[in-house]
């Protein structure tokens, strides 16, 4: 058998052979010939050869069908419990969307209830400053009242005087009228 048809039948390359052998001459000396340009390997050769790079061994196919019918079974519930678990993942990223939604929709209530409380404390300052100007107003109002109250005893004294003085005058006409008649 020449290198070639060992690697061959060893599945590698005929300079991996080439290679041990020269790297190893010592152990291949007088165990290796040369016909024309193929290098010939005898038994012991071969041998040694074998030991390095051994045949590789057949693959035992074995037959069990009821292995491969579990197997089946198994690969089924896999690809079902996948899909079950990809089920699962959407409905936990909308679970997850509607959370943020609920979130900000707290985080806007929560800032709702701060304005509120904002315009309750404008209002409650409004509503003091209300009562504020209607105690001014209330104020005004009475002094506006004593004011009335005043010019209406004015007037009254006024017509009053009035009245006296053309009664006066009157008298002082009728008066200088008897005077002039008496």
């Not at 193929?38 to 045949?55: F, G, I, R």
């Not at 997850?96 to 707290?106: C, G, M, N, T, V």
């Amino acid at each position: 058998m020449n290198i070639s048809d060992f690697a061959k039948s060893r599945g590698i390359e005929p300079q991996t052979v080439s290679r041990y052998i020269s790297r190893h001459a010592e152990d291949f000396e007088g165990l290796v010939t040369k016909e024309g340009k193929n290098v010939v390997l005898s038994d012991e050769a071969l041998e040694k050869l074998d030991e390095v790079y051994p045949n590789p061994k057949p693959v035992e196919i074995i037959v069990d069908h009821a292995s491969r019918d579990r197997l089946i079974v198994a690969q089924e519930k896999i690809i079902q419990l996948q899909q079950q678990l990809a089920d699962q993942a959407a409905l936990v990223a909308e679970a997850k969307f509607h959370q943020l939604l609920l979130e900000q929709r707290d985080e806007e209530i929560a800032r709702g209830k701060e304005e509120i409380a904002q315009q309750k404390e404008e209002i409650a300052q409004m509503g003091e400053q209300i009562s504020s100007r209607d105690g001014q107003l209330q104020q005004k109002d009475d002094e506006i009242r004593q004011l009335q109250e005043r010019l209406s005893k004015m007037s009254e004294d006024l017509a009053a005087e009035q009245a006296q003085r053309e009664q006066m005058e009157k008298a002082g006409l009728f008066s200088r009228i008897f005077k002039k008649w008496s």
